[in-house]
């Protein structure tokens, strides 16, 4: 599964927004998160995105065009990037097994939240982008 949410990662940051994308090591502090569940076959697994508020910035800058970041616009773009990562990995794996149905669910802003997360996270990857570390984790609740 992880391997799904880390080729639409690539997708969004390299070929949509033509960003370069690290692998990233330690997390630091001081992110703003979003969750989204998907769920499928009457399972349902959670997924949480920490992002960086430059790493916002980045996509209120191509998204938008704009610079600053009110905090709903913070909200906005944690919501919407978990909702474009998700939503590509959710594509992907039902073109790959069409006898699946996946649906989302909505996006939760969860704030600025620095770790330990609030969540403890199943399996999870980090990433830099513009040398701003970015986590995105799963967590199945069953």
Known sequence: MLSVISESI???CTEVMGLELKKGKSLGKDFYGASLPLMSNGSEVHYYLY???ETLKEFGKFFLGIDE???DDLSDFCKESINLI???AKAT???ANPKIKYQL???EYLGKISPPFPVKLDDF???????RTFVL????PS
């Open 105 to 107: 669910g909505t996006p």
């Open 93 to 95: 794996m039902a073109d």
């Open 137 to 140: 984790g799963i967590k199945d």
């Open 86 to 88: 998700v939503g590509k």
């Open 69 to 71: 970041l009110n905090e």
């Open 10 to 12: 690539k997708h969004l």
């Open 51 to 53: 992002l960086k508020k």
């Open 125 to 131: 990857l980090i990433y830099k982008l513009k040398n």
